[in-house]
């Protein structure tokens, strides 16, 4: 058992050292969430029917894009496109489901999706084969098991039956198997993956590009992947206007563009009006299967329903919304409608419970609607959000999103005259949060100075609830990043103050539109940009640290990436100055190549639902891929595992460089042979408690110790907060050096989502004392897991060490016992608690107050836990849906016990 | 024989299942038609498709098509004479 | 016999007066020009071969282009053009002819063309029965008449044998006829006329334009038509650096570009050299087919030849020209190049004469050429210039060009830094334009003060030869003219030099490059500018004036074309006004439609040839449809019947409103009665000398009289002349105020062409005499035919009461009988003449010397007159070549027999 | 029997008339053979062509060509076997 004199002994005493060091050790009683609340019967009935339901997917809407886009060879690019968004929305079988006051979804089953082929169609090429071959053996097994609700929640994650399971995800019946491989054929040499891949090619470096990604230094390509997302809807001219209404502007526009100047506008009003052609045959055939339904149904109160979500659908089909109930109806088409037409994560609906106040208000002041009422839509709303699927390109969809699609809702913020926005109808958003709990829409609070003591209540409240919602987000460190990054473009204090989160924690600015209601302007708030959060997509800031290490090798397959970095690393400064090179180097290569496929994506498939949206484009005449949107400073950069680089960083520059405890030789050996334990990969698991010393663990157990005692991020320790910041400056600043395919600088964003799961996977042993194989730290400015001892108010100060406004975000995640914020006393020292790191300049916080025990034992028995929610690192996730990686991580974050 | 998911009173709820929009029961896609069920137009009932191989055809015989599409909204679409 | 109380005396005295009023009454006897040289034998066997070779089109070029677009959906539209046009060129089988210096062109016949669908493919869609019945019948013909020279000259005027006569000018074999079909459907919905036709319908007013068209009141539509020429090309970038060195800097471009905004010029560099290795297989294939017929050969000097043409083009495939045989060879086949990418009338060489005299002067140093290999290198040139043919839309090939390619080549001028540019070179190349007589390159003397007497008689002795170039342009006008359009674009006096006429008579642009020999810089000029005559094409003035009289119908036809312009014409001024309101209206729609058509046009099928020849196409990465170009105000609106008009303007002045002779009604009636003639489609001629009174003509007498008694330009009489000039400071300024696709001020440019003839034939007679269905008058500022009674200053100084400058050109045509200018004092008194012209700021005069009868033996006999060439407007022909209406023109143009 | 203008002597002057590049004789594209003919590559001379109607046909099946085309700088050229 022992071997090269280690006792075993010794072996449990460095497994206890890991767990120590390594994260969470749960406690004794499982404790639940304080607050439970049901939400109304017909919320839950549809929530029973969502959690019954699997991922679907289908090809009638690529089927009819595809179809239309053969037959347009030769025509304008932009009118091809419109056409056959068109034919897929009008094909669209209509359904609808038992209690839905809003109709209407991306598909034709429950939780729809559909493979958008001409993004990207190598997956089904390169599937082919194993598709073919699944189709054949999943007759064999026995069609009773898809019923099981269990791991993997409502992914289909495997073939059975009738049914292909694609990516562990998404069903699609074996009927539409083969019609999906010769659509995606069809799509070979003319997606924007191969036109862009074909193009990236051309820039110098394109073979150091290759390499990153293979070593995964970055996780994965922009322009192809998600192209749209991360950015708030605006849905002012639907609501304003009505279809005929905007179809009308674009008819005046076409008139007054046709043969002058800048003509591309001529062939954007056009499309336009072709798409919404399309979007309106959508809705009246909606109208038509209520009408349908209603000629069925015998029970009166179910066939008047039907009958007026017809008339309704019917209504909105041409002319703006009514009242609240038309509006909401509208609302919801229309995200689905930008939804249908690109791989969208974080396609945020913003600050709804503003935009639709008027509506709402107006109703309440008729009588048209109550409480009761309000909370039973926006549970429906709720629930509609929550069917929302993205099939994207795999790995996405897997290693990033975690499934989350990111519809992020906010509340608060101040209004345009800069008096605090937070209304009546936000209190009841936050309520049905509580009631009806479910991932989508995420919530948000713009935390702001101004807002009313009872509407934060009502948000710790909600927070309290524990589906890890609403998340806290600084409104004045965030109007100070859009004001700068915006400037430029025109941006001024108060349209600064309509910005809103996009996705999952991107800073994305809004513009203040004139919602004109029976002759009153209300200024309502809206998306003002495209997607904010497209360009460099996640850097692996401990690979490329490994990298200098090595001088430019990826030691796990000894492949080079980087031409030697040329230093000996004798100082602290070269290694400092190693990675700034690299990291530089993979920045520009990367802001290249991802420019090259985002043309590629504004040429091949523009934006037309969303273009629409956004103001300015129908005003200018373009689409937002010609910067028809108001503000255009939209690519960025993001990082991920921060803070394992910065503890990284400080356990050399102490072990080595200022203690001269040990060599970088001795280090690179070490880090080489995992600090003498077994990788995550062997052991299994991914957990940061459960990983194993090898046999000669106690050749290492020194040096892993001392990296382990060396000053942690998250403990207000100047140490190593000033390397936090030293990089944070660096990096803000450096990524302005960057510009976007539309000639716009770039910017920081530091949010990880789920990558740290997948790049902690391929990275070894870092200086930190962190195992190869296991998760990075998660967010941006978490402390690593476990690594924060002093509480959470020294955790607050080495997290805002450094001007949280320089960049898009930052992410802080924090786990916390049920039983510290228990009742209105806990309630109060937690709102306490987010006030201080705002008041220092936190940009973000959120929370999950649960048990970690309980989160172990879901992970034993799925079953029991299916509408278990956690927040990961900016999104709310079912656990059952949740990667192993992720789960392990969530349960070994810190949990603080008291505050 | 025809199965519920050529039936006109089918709701698909996912890939698995659905529910009879006449009945409001579960159903599976693969039971069989009942006394009540009315086909739904689709692609193998229309008489502009021809079947090629499993689940592919072609519509006007110059198009890909599959069987199982609906196409309650194609504009081309003509029922196959009931024989 | 008479009628209504006529006697035949009556009618015979109408007779004589029209023969008067209308044109030239031939003397007793026939005078053939003085000089007469034959070209060297070698020039002499290929003009020969050349007059025995029909108009030959061939399904090889198009046939490749579009099987590789078709592969290409999906391709980035600049780069699937590419690889069309690369798949064009490397396919085209080479066809080298006995004692040819210069190899190559269009295609596989000497006098080759290629339709071009990705333009316009409607003309073989309609004709599609026709071809095939055709095809049955043409067998059934007896083959041996195609040997016939005659009426048409190379056309080929008939279908006959195994050929198919297209357009009754172009033969195609038989078993080409079918794919030529298939072909062309393939382009429906996606040639660049049927996009553009699809989107011109938008624009307010469209229905208007119609109308116009119908109506003849504007000739042809610019987008899909000749997109290309009436520009200057510029050869400087092979000359300078090679196919290879270009493609070096386009992979340097490739780098510097890749992933950075304003991506079109990665795939602009990268359509360049895929374009150019298209170029490069084509060249070697010639050079690989000499080396066939070298291995054939036993003659030595032969196979010597067809040797040193293969070393000749392998060597300038890839590397810059060694000697002046290389440039010329170079020179030409980049000209081939770029006509083979677009349907393209008036590619002008430009100033080759300067481009290519470093090359012969260091031969000529060098002791490599002498003057008779210079001369038997030029004729050649002739020769080659000579076999190009455009395969162009119908109408426009036969009513707008009558079929010439208007490759206009320019002696004279100034140099960068303003001293005379006339060379030896030039002078050679006036003398090779005597000895080979050859409508092609056509010349034109650059006429300035400065140029050597030496040069000017030379360019007189040519004149004289009655080949009808050079024509004598005034180079201080057209410069004043080009510093005023370019001036915001900044052109400066210097580059204004640069100057050279594209096309007919098309001011163009230019730009000196630095062209280094050995070290020694040579600035030499090039065109600088896409198209300087696109836009709005060829409006008939007296057709417009038609309108104005009837209130906006089409008294033809009986269709309102436009709204009635609501002026009861009680006052002259009410009559200008209303041409105002209307000519404007045309124009204005005009403008708009041809703007959308050229947007399809720069989308579908941009530039890539000629885009790499022009500065700054290579510097901006970006094609002449994106402005590539250092210029780009170079969209204009033409006139035609130009003093038609404003005669009919005079009459109707002084007829009606001045001396109250007539009401309106009366000449409304006079007008719709042809002034009691039968109209020049009934006669069945278009000579104006030939019309016949109707039984009725008294009734009309008088008016016609005193219409026919109205001030005429071109007498320097101040009533008709203040007319001309109102007219044209008008339009000049008006012209103005549109604006192009790439939003540039479009300008007023006066050369009819031959339009004149077809928009005759549709207007019904003129208020001043003109007769219905004759052609108008010709050029911009010639005088109506016949009505030049005061000789040829008087003419000047009708033709100079505007300044020139604030035109395109002018064109001024005269007919002068031979024995006037016999002899070298008639050529000093002709130089004088000229110089008289251009002193008075005349901006162009161009000459017949020919004595009328022998045109009309010419038209009785063609056979005898294959050879006869004639000067139109703008252009020189041979004579059997030539539509009727315009051979029935020329013969009536006033013939000068004094000075 | 094939015509000088497949012949790979043959230079067309136009759609009527050549010269015999041995000979340099005017001759005719429908003039036969003569001893010294050596044909050119033609589709119609090539197995990957298929021919569908009067000068029209197919180039590997899919392709639309036709017979008369002169196949010599395509990549694809085979010729048939002599029979």
């Known amino acids: ?899 | 024989m025809n199965t519920c998911n050529d039936c006109k009173f089918y709701l698909p709820v996912d890939v698995f299942k659905g529910i009879c929009k006449l009945s409001k029961n579960d159903i599976l896609p693969e039971d069989n038609f009942c006394e009540k069920a009315e086909r739904i137009a689709k692609c193998k009932f229309c008489s502009k498709y021809t079947a090629e191989k499993e689940f592919l055809g072609k519509c006007m015989s110059t198009t890909l098509a599959y069987p199982d599409m609906i196409a309650a909204k194609c504009a081309d679409f003509e029922w196959i004479s009931l024989n």
């Open chain 1, 1 to 899: 058992m022992s071997k090269a004199g280690q006792s075993t002994d010794d072996f449990m005493e460095c497994q206890n050292e890991a767990i120590n060091y390594y994260g969470n050790k749960p406690g004794d009683k499982v404790e639940d969430r304080e607050k439970k609340q049901q939400p109304t019967q017909r919320a839950g009935k549809a929530r029973d029917l969502y959690f019954s339901a699997k991922s679907s997917t289908s090809m009638e809407f690529p089927y009819w894009y595809t179809r239309c886009w053969d037959e347009l060879d030769g025509e304008i690019p932009i009118i091809r496109r419109a056409e056959s968004l068109k034919a897929g929305f009008e094909h669209l079988t209509p359904v609808i489901y038992p209690g839905e006051l809003l109709a209407m979804g991306k598909a034709s089953y429950l939780r729809s999706s559909y493979p958008m082929p001409w993004l990207s169609e190598a997956f089904f090429m390169a599937s082919e084969d194993k598709l073919y071959k699944e189709a054949l053996e999943s007759g064999k097994l026995t069609a009773d098991t898809f019923t099981t609700v269990g791991k993997g929640g409502g992914n289909v994650t495997k073939s059975v039956g009738k049914v292909i399971s694609i990516a562990g995800k998404f069903g699609l019946r074996v009927e539409e198997m083969p019609v999906m491989l010769e659509v995606a054929k069809r799509w070979k040499n003319r997606s924007v993956d191969d036109v862009g891949h074909k193009y990236e090619q051309m820039v110098p470096g394109y073979k150091e590009k290759e390499a990153i990604m293979r070593s995964v230094i970055c996780m994965f390509d922009s322009g192809y992947t998600l192209p749209q997302g991360r950015e708030v809807v605006n849905y002012y001219y639907p609501l304003q206007y009505g279809i005929d209404g905007i179809i009308r502007m674009c008819e005046e526009g076409i008139a007054e563009v046709a043969g002058y100047p800048e003509m591309d506008r001529l062939y954007f009003y056009k499309g336009v009006v072709t798409m919404l052609q399309g979007v309106k045959s959508w809705i009246l055939n909606y109208a038509e299967e209520a009408r349908f339904l209603a000629s069925l149904e015998k029970e009166e109160k179910q066939k008047a329903e039907y009958t007026e979500m017809a008339e309704r659908l019917e209504h909105i089909s041409a002319n703006p919304p009514r009242d609240f109930h038309d509006a909401l109806q509208m609302l919801w088409i229309f995200h689905v409608a930008v939804l249908n037409e690109d791989a969208i994560s974080g396609l945020s609906p913003g600050r709804v419970g503003q935009v639709l106040y008027p509506f709402w208000k107006r109703d309440v002041d008729r009588g048209l609607i109550d409480r009761a009422k309000t909370i039973e839509l926006l549970e429906c709303m709720r629930i509609k959000f929550t069917e929302i699927d993205c099939f994207a390109s795999m790995g996405v969809v897997g290693g990033v999103l975690s499934g989350n699609t990111f519809n992020n809702l906010c509340v608060g913020g101040l209004n345009k005259d800069g008096t605090s926005a937070a209304n009546e109808l936000e209190m009841l958003i936050l309520e049905t949060g509580i009631s009806c709990e479910t991932p989508q829409p995420t919530l948000s609070v713009l935390y702001d100075e101004k807002a009313p003591e009872e509407f934060l209540l009502k948000g710790i409240e909600c927070t309290k609830a524990g589906a890890g919602y609403p998340a806290w987000v600084n409104n004045q460190v965030a109007m100070e990043f859009i004001l700068n990054n915006y400037g430029h473009e025109g941006m001024m204090m108060e349209e600064a103050r309509a910005w809103a989160i996009g996705g999952c924690l991107e800073s994305s600015p809004g513009s203040w539109m004139p919602l004109n209601l029976d002759g009153m302007i209300h200024w309502i708030p809206g998306g003002s940009a495209p997607a904010t959060s497209v360009g460099v997509h996640f850097i692996s800031l401990p690979k490329i640290l490994e990298t200098v290490i090595f001088d430019g090798v990826d030691m796990r397959t000894g492949e080079r990436i980087f031409p030697s970095h040329g230093y000996k690393l004798e100082t602290y400064e070269e290694v400092w100055q190693g990675f700034r090179d690299y990291f530089s180097r993979a920045v520009h290569v990367l802001a290249l190549t991802n420019n090259v496929q985002h043309d590629a994506w504004r040429k091949i498939s523009p934006s037309l639902v969303n273009s629409m949206l956004k103001p300015d484009c129908l005003e200018k005449g373009r689409d937002l891929g010609q910067m028809g949107a108001r503000y255009n400073t939209t690519f960025n950069i993001e990082s991920c595992g921060n803070t394992t680089l910065v503890n990284s960083l400080a356990s050399l520059k102490k072990n080595i460089y200022d203690e001269k405890n040990y060599s970088l030789e001795a280090y690179r050996k070490a880090i080489l042979d995992n600090f003498g334990y077994h990788t995550a990969q062997e052991t299994g698991s991914y957990s940061l408690v459960d990983q194993k010393p090898a046999e000669h663990f106690s050749e290492y157990r020194k040096i892993h110790r001392q990296s382990l005692d060396a000053p942690k991020f998250g403990n207000d320790d100047p140490y190593v907060d000033a390397i936090f910041k030293e990089w944070e400056d660096w990096f803000c600043e450096m990524a302005h050096n960057y510009r976007s395919l539309y000639d716009q600088p770039m910017y920081a964003c530091q949010i990880s989502v789920s990558t740290h799961g997948p790049m902690g996977a391929v990275t070894l042993a870092t200086p930190d004392g962190r195992l190869s194989g296991t998760t990075f730290s998660d967010g941006s400015v978490s402390a690593y897991p476990g690594t924060d001892k002093h509480g959470p108010y020294a955790l607050f100060s080495s997290a805002t060490c450094w001007n949280h406004s320089q960049s898009q975000n930052s992410q802080l995640n924090m786990k916390i016992h049920p039983s510290v914020v228990r009742g209105r006393e806990g309630s109060r020292k937690f709102l306490e608690l987010i006030r201080a790191y705002m008041r220092k300049g936190g940009f973000h916080v959120q929370f999950n107050i649960v048990d970690s025990r309980m989160l172990k034992q879901a992970q034993a028995d799925p079953d029991k836990f299916r509408s278990l929610l956690v927040r990961v690192a900016g999104f709310t996730q079912y656990w059952v849906e949740l990667g192993k990686q992720i789960q392990d991580e969530v349960i070994a974050r810190t949990e603080y016990e008291e505050l």
